[in-house]
């Protein structure tokens, strides 16, 4: 019968503990450094901006698409052909830019008060640009008779300018051509001999950016908090610093990698994080399991030995999940799409770390805290 690990199979994986220590928290030490000090390359999710996805029936040379778009302020560096040779697709990404341009803010604005002199115009910029337009109520208490209609005739000469109506009294909301319809019109205008179809835009205003980035920091640090908290309750003192020390570790190491190459950072960067923190303390607890066991049955005086035998028989299971979960990622890589492809960039780096920390960081951990433990206790405040 075929077996992964050989039965007699045994390696000492806390030899050199020490010098595989001082690699991964210099590792760490240097992704913190390169987190304040370079900056991770924030994505749309999180900066606010646009991104549009055109394909062209017909070929199309990329300097006839910047050349079209430049009146309408898109930079040649946010141009960029994407998908096979032939396929005719082209991703535009403007970061920070989803707003409709202010000289058509304050045409959409004139053209109101020549209707409504009485009106107040609040600019939102949550996603693109929209005008929250209210109006006083009627003296005499009756109801206001003015429709959206009223206000569609108002802007009727200002292209791509539409009315929506407002859950409150007495408001409407004005939405203005933001920079994906701006991209659109261009097209359209210069290249409509190309046959343009516009297949995907996403758009994201800045403060709706802002907060999705202190959303995702803040649901990591939530995580790692309810880690914390179910490793404190199944294991000691022990084995529970281990484990949060491992996934501070794990994670990281993974920003810093991607702040290294510069890939970009978004939703599904946080995904991949969420996502590897469950992986990674997995992992860990079923050689704490197994450590915790062999503690129980043998109370053996030499803990490092203990540590060792612990990590061997695990070794083949180990091996098996991490394999398998980075070959259920493969997929995802080549035929997943940009952003599955780069969760799964993530998962496959995640994975190969997450194992190694789980043997060279989490366990070695159990045996500073353990020689160490009467230090500890007494700095809590128990009895030592």
Same mark, same amino acid.
């Given at each position: 019968m075929f077996e992964l690990i050989p039965q007699g199979f045994y390696y000492d994986f806390l030899k050199r503990r020490h010098l595989f220590a001082n690699i991964s928290w210099a590792a760490a030490a240097i992704s913190l450094i390169l987190f304040f000090v370079k900056g991770p390359?924030?994505? #749309?999710? +999180?900066t606010g901006g646009t991104e549009v996805e055109? /394909?062209? *029936?017909? !070929? /199309? !040379? #990329? $300097? *006839?698409v910047r050349h079209a778009l430049a009146p309408a302020g898109v930079g040649d560096d946010a141009i960029q052909s994407i998908g096979a040779a032939g396929e005719n697709r082209f991703l535009f990404r403007m970061q920070g830019e989803s707003s409709a341009k202010p000289e058509d803010v304050k045409a959409a604005e004139d053209a109101l008060r020549a209707s409504f002199p009485d009106i107040q115009s609040v600019p939102d910029e949550q996603v693109g640009t929209r005008l929250v337009v209210s109006w006083p109520a009627p003296a005499d208490g009756s109801v206001s008779t003015r429709t959206v209609k009223d206000f569609e005739k108002a802007v009727a000469a200002l292209p791509g300018v539409s009315v929506q109506s407002s859950p409150e009294d007495n408001t409407v909301y004005v939405r203005l051509p933001g920079l994906a319809e701006q991209i659109r019109g261009a097209l359209e205008d210069s290249l409509? &001999?190309? &046959?343009?179809?516009i297949d995907r835009t996403d758009s994201v205003g800045p403060k709706v950016g802002g907060s999705l980035r202190v959303a995702g920091l803040i649901s990591l640090g939530a995580t790692m908090l309810i880690l914390l908290i179910y490793v404190g309750l199944r294991f000691d003192f022990t084995f529970a610093p281990g484990a949060i020390l491992c996934l501070f570790h794990d994670s990281t190491i993974l920003i810093g990698i991607w702040v290294l190459t510069q890939q $970009? +950072? &978004?939703?599904s960067m946080i995904s991949a994080l969420l996502t590897l923190l469950g992986y990674s303390i997995n992992d860990t607890i079923v050689v704490y399991d197994r450590i915790r066991e062999n503690m129980q049955r043998y109370r053996a005086s030499d803990f490092p030995k203990l540590i060792n035998d612990s990590i061997n028989q695990t070794l083949s299971r180990t091996i098996i999940t991490s394999g398998a979960t980075m070959l259920s990622m493969v997929p995802f890589l +080549? #035929?997943?799409g940009p952003v599955l492809r780069q969760f799964a960039e993530a998962m496959l780096i995640g994975i190969i770390? &997450? /194992?190694y920390s789980s043997v060279y960081v989490a366990a070695p951990l159990t045996i500073v805290l353990r020689e160490n433990r009467h230090f500890f206790e007494r700095f809590i405040g128990r009895k030592g």
């Amino acid at each position: 019968m075929f077996e992964l690990i050989p039965q007699g199979f045994y390696y000492d994986f806390l030899k050199r503990r020490h010098l595989f220590a001082n690699i991964s928290w210099a590792a760490a030490a240097i992704s913190l450094i390169l987190f304040f000090v370079k900056g991770p390359n924030w994505s #749309i999710d +999180f900066t606010g901006g646009t991104e549009v996805e055109v /394909t062209f *029936d017909k !070929p /199309t !040379p #990329i $300097e *006839d698409v910047r050349h079209a778009l430049a009146p309408a302020g898109v930079g040649d560096d946010a141009i960029q052909s994407i998908g096979a040779a032939g396929e005719n697709r082209f991703l535009f990404r403007m970061q920070g830019e989803s707003s409709a341009k202010p000289e058509d803010v304050k045409a959409a604005e004139d053209a109101l008060r020549a209707s409504f002199p009485d009106i107040q115009s609040v600019p939102d910029e949550q996603v693109g640009t929209r005008l929250v337009v209210s109006w006083p109520a009627p003296a005499d208490g009756s109801v206001s008779t003015r429709t959206v209609k009223d206000f569609e005739k108002a802007v009727a000469a200002l292209p791509g300018v539409s009315v929506q109506s407002s859950p409150e009294d007495n408001t409407v909301y004005v939405r203005l051509p933001g920079l994906a319809e701006q991209i659109r019109g261009a097209l359209e205008d210069s290249l409509s &001999g190309q &046959g343009v179809h516009i297949d995907r835009t996403d758009s994201v205003g800045p403060k709706v950016g802002g907060s999705l980035r202190v959303a995702g920091l803040i649901s990591l640090g939530a995580t790692m908090l309810i880690l914390l908290i179910y490793v404190g309750l199944r294991f000691d003192f022990t084995f529970a610093p281990g484990a949060i020390l491992c996934l501070f570790h794990d994670s990281t190491i993974l920003i810093g990698i991607w702040v290294l190459t510069q890939q $970009e +950072f &978004g939703l599904s960067m946080i995904s991949a994080l969420l996502t590897l923190l469950g992986y990674s303390i997995n992992d860990t607890i079923v050689v704490y399991d197994r450590i915790r066991e062999n503690m129980q049955r043998y109370r053996a005086s030499d803990f490092p030995k203990l540590i060792n035998d612990s990590i061997n028989q695990t070794l083949s299971r180990t091996i098996i999940t991490s394999g398998a979960t980075m070959l259920s990622m493969v997929p995802f890589l +080549f #035929i997943g799409g940009p952003v599955l492809r780069q969760f799964a960039e993530a998962m496959l780096i995640g994975i190969i770390v &997450g /194992t190694y920390s789980s043997v060279y960081v989490a366990a070695p951990l159990t045996i500073v805290l353990r020689e160490n433990r009467h230090f500890f206790e007494r700095f809590i405040g128990r009895k030592g």
